[in-house]
């Protein structure tokens, strides 16, 4: 008896944790909706730690989402981790190990475009959402317009 009381109240927490992160990511949709990519994701304004603390905020939603931005084989989750590590070392240049194709790849960013592009990435996937249920209806055929 004591292991379903348990077992069910395990299941209880975890659904309570599954509606917090989705309210999470709504909260986070609606808050990104607003935001100035080019003012909150400028390095030389903000500096590189505010620029990554951003695409930190907004980068677990876009992955929930399964939204998130990958680009040159790279998952912006792993733009944001290199970069973290480039500021902990103090290094100008950030280093990102990945596999493509089956093969071990190594490339090389500038610590400002790195932290630039982390942060536009996780915003810009969130700002995309929020366009496309605004915007879906005009892509489809036959709602207005005339063929």
């Known amino acids: 008896m004591k292991r379903y009381q348990m077992l069910k109240t ?5 659904a309570v944790a599954v509606a917090a ?14 935001l100035d990519v080019k003012k909150v994701c400028d390095v030389k304004a903000n500096g590189a730690d505010k620029v990554v603390a951003v695409a930190e905020k ?11 931005f990958k680009r040159l084989g790279i998952n912006n989750s792993k733009y944001i981790k290199a970069v973290k590590e480039a500021i902990a070392k103090h290094k100008k240049e ?9 093969k071990k790849k190594t490339k ?28 879906w209806r005009l892509a ?3 709602d207005g317009y005339k063929f």
């Open 108 to 135: 090389k960013f500038p610590l400002d475009y790195a932290a630039w592009r982390s942060c536009t990435f996780a915003v810009r996937a969130l700002q995309q959402v929020n366009e496309a249920e605004k915007t």
């Open 58 to 68: 907004y980068n677990p939603a876009a992955i929930e989402l399964q939204v998130e």
């Open 10 to 14: 395990l299941g209880l927490i975890a």
């Open 94 to 102: 950030v280093v990102i190990h990945y596999k493509a194709k089956g």
């Open 140 to 142: 489809v055929p036959g």
């Open 21 to 34: 992160q989705a309210a999470d990511t709504k909260a986070a949709l609606k808050e990104v909706a607003s």
